[in-house]
């Protein structure tokens, strides 16, 4: 049941919005005019093993939740293709600002799955060197992120990294984030500055219907890539569960962005098929026939059918990829286990670079606290 | 009467060597820096063009071009939002908020993500990023264009606070913050911009985190920052005429504090009023009464008392006579002091 809106919204004509697609969910390889993309076996076979690869971290990653070892999990099941194939888009220069669920980008920017367990477990914050992996720490307010990203682009602009034609030089900022987050402020703002500056920055919007209990509607009345058009900027709408459909669009808008032509939004029309996070019920606030529907778009089954079907792959390699999954997930489950407490004084490191008396302070009462203890008991903590 | 810091220019004082204003004096440490280091950036809302509204950046995007002096879209968030992307890449913004009232937009950036991200990346990434901050009244200017926000951000680990009382500070104070590789906010007292003053370019400056005794006295300190400096000398001034000896410390770092320096000379006078425009009600005074408390319970012949603003949000400007603590406020809380 829809509550309704005081006063009433007058109807707006349904037009289905016009969405890119190049694999079906039939598993069924299309053309588009726009976007077209030359995949081979090996890319095809590529983009299936990270796929399956990424749903198993988040199935571990669950599962050790819910056997205590996490305090909570973002799952990003149903997402895979809007990760896998924009994550695969990216040169190694270009700069990644994520959300909290891009556990699947992160795979294409080499950061360990164990490290991303990290601030799930509660051992730090992040885990991760930004600057190793061109992968930004996870971004955990909605939306703070576009406008990192957008500064980043600025810099990119600074340094004569856009439109010098040289593809090792020329880079591109992306920011990640969900539809929830397009109704936020920061968003909103990062348009207008990558906009006006012309920032070569590419806007990921993953679109799963829900922010946690929020649908769509009550984020927008429009089709969101349209939005883009009111801030100067190309938008387009992609399926999300189309790992090559994800794949070309993200390409032609980091080209975009990388050949000083500005900023691109994307939207990922996908599905998120489990809870917002471990902490969340969607039972209460959505019908499983919905979620049923959508199995039927699942990203990882229809390019299983395509491979199958055109002879690309067989059972054996599926088999092995399995194989591999299984192995995967053992070593997600040995690390996370294995991951020490941090030490207690380690808190108080890194609130600065260059120091501070309070800090420092409250560092040494806490160690002399901690030692009085051991005193009194032989030395244990 | 001598003056024991060339920081703070004394008022009346005969003029030694070059005057100027605080507004020009960060403007030169502002043209230094870009002239040093070609990674510093100005932005913020009108600072290209226009120069500001208080002419702090007057000239800079002239000199040094439209990429490294940026006026911006008009929306906080934004500014810092996009000088944290822009520290990542390498840069050194130096970000002017117009006005005080004007910070709340860009709150959260601030606090949840420019304090925070060094932490939370365990010091792999650094964000030298420099927020300055035209604050406090006097002005008789509209809502939002007077007030004292300073007591939210020193409240937050992660972020340096500073505030500035003299042409030579703001210049020297600038420059420190600017090469810091920590947020530094720098407070600049608005209704001072255009007060004459001494500068000094050739002194060795303090540490940006120092606080500093600017006024010798025995009787009782009074502690101040930023634009209450001044008054706090006046009232040194006119309660000499009636033999008391009031000791003034510019506190100048808010985060970290210099209690160190508040220390010893609260030891020696026994007496500390301090004094902001912010609310005393939570504001940096209390954090100050309680540390020396502490401190220098043995010492203390009477309670830390605090001149400050009343707890209402800034009034009207025909009101900020009353609302503002001025000389006779202070000289009252010294008499306080004083009486125990």
């Avoid at chain 1, 471990?278 to 019908?287: G, K």
């Avoid at chain 2, 400050?308 to 009252?332: K, Q």
Wanted: net charge negative; glycine share 10%; charged share 25%.
């Amino acid at each position: 049941m829809t509550v309704p809106v005081v006063g009433g919204h007058p109807a707006l004509p349904r037009v289905e919005p016009p969405i890119v697609q190049l694999l079906t969910p039939e598993g069924e390889r299309v053309e588009h005019p726009d976007y077209s993309i030359d995949v081979g076996t090996d890319e095809l076979r590529a983009f299936y093993r990270d796929l399956v690869l990424v749903r198993r971290i988040d199935a571990e990653a669950t599962a050790l939740q819910r056997q205590g070892e996490l305090g909570l999990w973002a799952s990003l099941l149903g997402q895979e293709a809007a990760q896998i194939g924009s994550g695969r888009a990216l040169s190694p220069q270009d700069y990644v600002f994520p959300t909290y669920r891009e556990h699947g980008v992160a795979w294409c920017r080499d950061v360990d799955p164990v490290t991303l367990l990290g601030l799930y477990r509660g051992v730090n914050l992040g885990g991760w060197d930004p600057t190793e992996h061109n992968f930004h720490l996870y971004t955990i307010v909605i939306g703070s992120q576009t406008l990192h990203a957008t500064g980043y682009a600025m810099g990119i602009q600074r340094d004569g990294a856009v439109g010098t034609g040289d593809p090792t030089r020329d880079t591109a900022a992306i920011a990640y984030f969900g539809d929830g987050a397009t109704a936020q402020g920061d968003v909103n703002e990062a348009f207008v500055f990558a906009s006006v500056f012309n920032a070569p920055v590419v806007f990921f919007c993953q679109n799963n219907q829900w922010a946690i209990s929020v649908p769509n509607e009550r984020q927008t009345r429009i089709p969101l890539y349209q939005r883009a058009a009111g801030f100067g900027f190309p938008g387009v709408r992609v399926d999300g569960n189309d790992v090559l459909a994800v794949n070309a669009v993200t390409r032609a808008a980091l080209d975009r962005a990388r050949g000083g032509e500005g900023p691109t939004f994307i939207e990922a029309y996908t599905y998120r098929m489990g809870a917002h996070t471990t902490s969340d019920d969607p039972t209460r606030y959505r019908i499983a026939a919905e979620v049923e529907e959508w199995k039927l778009k699942d990203p990882i089954a229809r390019l299983k059918v395509h491979l199958a079907r055109t002879g690309q792959a067989d059972d054996t390699y599926f088999g092995e990829v399995e194989s591999q999954a299984d192995r995967l997930a053992e070593h997600v489950r040995t690390a996370c286990l294995a991951m020490p407490d941090p030490d207690p004084v380690t808190m108080f490191d890194h609130v600065y670079r260059d120091g501070h008396a309070l800090v420092d302070e409250e560092r040494a009462w806490f160690e002399a606290y901690h030692a009085g203890f051991s005193d009194a008991d032989g030395g244990a903590r | 009467m001598t003056a024991p810091s060339p920081t703070v220019p004394e008022p009346g004082e005969r003029p030694r060597g070059r005057r100027t204003t605080i507004a020009k004096a960060v403007n030169e440490a502002l043209r230094a820096a870009m002239e040093e280091d070609p990674k510093v950036l100005v932005m913020g809302e009108d600072v290209g063009k226009l120069g500001g509204v208080f002419r702090v950046t007057d000239g800079l995007q002239k000199d040094f071009g439209e990429d490294r002096v940026i006026d911006t879209p008009l929306a906080e968030s934004g500014i810092i939002g996009t000088a944290i992307g822009l520290a990542l890449r390498g840069y050194r913004p130096v970000c002017e908020i117009q006005f005080d009232g004007f910070i709340y937009p860009a709150y959260d950036q601030i606090v949840t993500q420019l304090a925070k991200m060094g932490y939370r990346s365990s010091g792999t990434v650094k964000l030298p990023i420099v927020v300055r901050v035209p604050f406090g009244g006097g002005i008789g200017a509209v809502e939002h264009h007077s007030e004292s926000p300073e007591a939210y951000f020193a409240h937050t680990a992660g972020l340096k606070v500073v505030a500035c009382s003299s042409p030579t500070d703001a210049y020297f104070m600038t420059r420190q913050a600017i090469r810091s590789d920590d947020p530094v906010m720098v407070f600049e007292p608005k209704r001072r911009y255009w007060e004459k003053g001494e500068i000094d370019l050739d002194a060795t400056p303090l540490p940006l985190h120092a606080a500093s005794v600017v006024r010798p006295g025995t009787d009782v300190t009074v502690a101040a920052y930023g634009p209450m400096v001044r008054t706090a000398l006046e009232a040194a001034t006119a309660a000499e005429a009636e033999g008391r000896s009031i000791e003034v410390v510019d506190l100048r770092t808010l985060s970290p504090l210099d209690a160190d320096t508040l220390v010893a000379s609260v030891e020696r006078t026994r007496r500390l009023v301090v004094v902001h425009e912010a609310p005393t009600f939570l504001g940096l005074g209390a954090e100050i009464a309680a540390r020396v408390g502490e401190r220098c319970f043995y010492h203390l012949e009477a309670p830390v008392l605090r001149v400050g603003g009343f707890f209402l949000p800034y009034p009207a400007s025909r009101h900020e006579d009353d609302y503002l603590p001025d000389l006779d406020r202070v000289l009252d809380a010294v008499d306080r002091a004083l009486a125990y």
